[in-house]
């Protein structure tokens, strides 16, 4: 059995801060690793994902996570954070060759004024 | 492209009602999945499938049937309604292989 585990469930951040959400995993087996993000009253959209080569992965608005295989962990970190990322957060992962998703129980992350 | 469309986006049930959840996509994609999404549990596998004709379960299948004759639909069925499957339920579809999902905005279901 493979388990997603975000530690924090919600992180309170001042505008343009640093924030870093945590994200550790359990597999067996070799695993894909993404950041997803659900805006209020929204779905989720795929943030990131970490299939292989470079450990550290980035996304268009400014996120990036580093997959750490020795510790399994897969933080996500952004230097400045805005209003506008205000949502809530949820790690996952796959094994390879599946697309079926193990999710862990989502960061609500709050931007502070 | 309308990407993935739920309907309805609301509904309330009655203790051993049945119903169907609507999720169709237009993009071809051959991967299509539904998640049940709780308080302090993210969300977690209900069906998959990988093609029409194709379904399996996920991770908490009891209560859930489903069925894939085309490749853009993928209806979930309640079979007797139970307070316990007072959820939002989200269908997210991708390519095969493209480990990229797009999800659908969900229905917000209660069973009274």
């Known amino acids: 059995a493979q388990s997603v585990t975000q530690l924090d469930s919600q992180v309170p951040v001042f505008e343009e801060a640093p924030v870093e959400l945590r994200c550790n995993y359990s597999s067996s087996v070799s695993v894909y690793l993404f950041w997803y993000v659900q805006y209020p009253n929204q779905g989720l959209q795929l943030l990131l994902k970490y299939l292989s080569g470079s450990t550290l992965v980035k996304s268009i608005n400014g996120f990036e996570a580093e997959f750490n295989k020795s510790q399994t962990s897969f933080h996500l970190r952004k230097p400045s954070v805005h209003i506008s990322d205000t949502a809530e957060y949820f790690c996952?992962?796959?094994?390879?060759?599946?697309?079926?998703?193990?999710f862990g129980t989502g960061t609500r992350l709050t931007i502070i004024p | 492209n309308a990407g993935v469309t739920q309907t309805p986006k609301f509904q309330v049930l009655k203790t051993g009602q049945s119903m169907t959840l609507q999720c169709a996509q237009d993009m071809n994609h051959e991967y299509m999945s539904w998640y049940r999404q709780d308080p302090g549990m993210g969300l977690r596998l209900i069906h998959y499938?990988?093609?029409?004709?194709?379904?399996d379960q996920g991770e908490v299948p009891n209560g859930y049937n489903v069925s894939r004759s085309t490749t853009e639909d993928f209806p979930l069925r309640l079979l007797s309604a139970a307070p316990s499957q007072t959820s939002v339920y989200f269908c997210?579809?991708?390519?095969?292989?493209?480990?990229?999902?797009?999800f659908g905005p969900g229905t917000r279901l209660t069973v009274t």
């Open positions: 499938s990988v093609g029409a004709g194709i379904t």
């Open positions: 996952a992962i796959s094994n390879f060759g599946n697309e079926k998703l193990t």
């Open positions: 997210a579809s991708s390519h095969d292989r493209s480990y990229e999902q797009y």
